[in-house]
């Protein structure tokens, strides 16, 4: 209920009131017929103008409370939406928005003209002059266009995670429950001027900077925020958004400790629920615990030791983004993880096509001295695999050689 009053509140309403309601679910109001009733006084009594749910409904019992309420009725997946809708910056993220909507529009198109054509209740107006099959179409198509240009947005993004690639540096994701810090923590780590604030959903949209972790370049990518519950129809329409998790080379999961027990595992669990159902499994995962100024040194230590316990398989450094406690100890379990990179050093006769190579390689890779003798050139550096490959080869080109350490 608590997250629900934040999502509302979010949405940008005020909550003047909330109910609860224990029971199997009832097919004409989802709550009970007596809850209904005592729910369409409190709306009343209190002049309310909307009435929210925290679970998914369907449309018939939408319209049915609506109906008895006179008041509109949405649920969790459409208030997420309109969270969206006021968050949404990029056109891309407009765009997923639009094609959630629309999708949930197209699964409910057909009973939603038939309910409107029955009487017209908050939420349902102005349907009755379509046709099901027309309306139906309608949606269908703009679905379609939607789609086609997702498409292009995310052939481009493939373009730019493909030349990223090519040059031979790690990618990193932050992942993790919305509001749990990870735009704080991408700004600590790469002194970037992105958007903070202690509401939901604040990033929508993907954000790529290159940083360097003990010496080597990484790719740090902040995403949009993970939440219980999170509709199919919205990790969906996000895919290109939460697909740069899946290419990454390291999953960087950021938890808000300061939470109540029960509210760490259950986010928790949350998040790495949704991994699991974009196939991110396979990928290194650190978990950050954000936010351990809010915390005792003691109360830490426990919770760090019983998470632990919970998820032996698990890597968890307390960290705190907005004062940069522990980010060093961060940088170094990063590097631990991300240690593919070969130390090597070469020697070369000094020429005019030295010169371009050793300016290609300064961009590509993380050079530790460069030693000029009278004739020659030597440069210890450390890189990629794939860069190490090619710096080998023009080496050998240019009459030089290679020492790996």
């Keep these: 209920m608590d997250e629900l009053e934040s999502l509302a509140e979010a949405a940008g309403y005020e909550?003047?009131?909330?109910?609860?309601?224990?029971?199997?679910?009832?097919?004409r109001y989802h709550i009970g017929p007596g809850k209904v009733k005592e729910l369409a006084q409190m709306v009343k009594d209190l002049k309310a103008e909307k009435v929210i749910f925290g679970n998914d409904l369907k449309i018939v019992q939408i319209y049915n409370i609506a109906k008895i309420t006179g008041v509109e009725v949405i649920d969790r997946f459409q208030l997420i939406l309109e969270i969206f809708v006021r968050r949404a910056s990029t056109k891309e993220a407009k765009l997923q928005i639009e094609l959630a909507r629309l999708q949930y529009e197209l699964a409910n198109a057909k009973e939603k003209v038939r309910l409107a054509k029955m009487g017209e209740q908050p939420g349902f107006h102005g349907l009755g002059k379509y046709e099901a099959d027309v309306y139906y179409e309608a949606v269908k198509r703009q679905i379609h266009k939607i789609q086609e240009k997702l498409r292009e947005i995310r052939r481009m993004r493939g373009m730019h995670r493909a030349r990223r690639a090519e040059m031979g540096f790690p990618s990193i994701s932050l992942a993790g429950y919305t509001n749990s810090g990870k735009s704080t923590l991408?700004?600590?780590?790469?002194?970037?001027?992105?958007?903070?604030?202690?509401?939901?959903?604040?990033?929508?949209?993907?954000?790529?900077?290159?940083?360097?972790?003990?010496?080597?370049?990484?790719?740090?990518?902040?995403?949009?925020?993970?939440?219980?519950?999170?509709?199919?129809?919205?990790?969906?329409?996000?895919?290109?958004?939460?697909?740069?998790?899946?290419?990454?080379?390291?999953?960087?999961?950021?938890?808000?400790?300061?939470?109540?027990?029960?509210?760490?595992?259950?986010?928790?669990?949350?998040?790495?629920?949704?991994?699991?159902?974009?196939?991110?499994?396979?990928?290194?995962?650190?978990?950050?615990?954000?936010?351990?100024?809010?915390?005792?040194?003691?109360?830490?230590?426990?919770?760090?030791?019983?998470?632990?316990?919970?998820?032996?398989?698990?890597?968890?450094?307390?960290?705190?983004?907005?004062?940069?406690?522990?980010?060093?100890l961060l940088k170094m379990e990063i590097a631990e993880v991300l240690r593919r990179y070969e130390v090597l050093s070469f020697t070369a006769p000094l020429s005019q096509e030295l010169f371009p190579l050793l300016s290609w390689i300064f961009e590509n890779s993380k050079v530790h001295k460069v030693t000029y003798n009278s004739s020659s050139l030597e440069v210890h550096l450390s890189a990629p695999p794939n860069i190490v490959d090619k710096i080998k080869s023009r080496v050998e080109e240019l009459g030089g050689k290679i020492e790996y350490m």
């Design 186 to 328: 991408f700004r600590a780590l790469t002194n970037e001027d992105v958007l903070i604030a202690p509401d939901v959903f604040t990033t929508l949209s993907t954000t790529t900077r290159v940083i360097e972790v003990l010496g080597e370049k990484v790719f740090i990518t902040d995403t949009v925020g993970f939440i219980d519950r999170l509709p199919v129809t919205l990790i969906e329409a996000f895919y290109s958004t939460l697909e740069e998790t899946i290419f990454s080379d390291l999953i960087l999961l950021v938890v808000d400790v300061s939470d109540s027990i029960s509210e760490i595992l259950r986010k928790l669990s949350a998040s790495l629920e949704i991994l699991r159902r974009m196939e991110a499994t396979g990928i290194p995962l650190i978990v950050a615990l954000n936010k351990i100024d809010l915390l005792g040194q003691k109360e830490l230590e426990e919770r760090v030791e019983y998470l632990s316990r919970l998820y032996p398989n698990l890597k968890f450094i307390p960290i705190s983004a907005l004062c940069g406690t522990n980010l060093d």
């Design 15 to 27: 909550v003047v009131c909330s109910l609860e309601h224990v029971r199997p679910p009832h097919p």
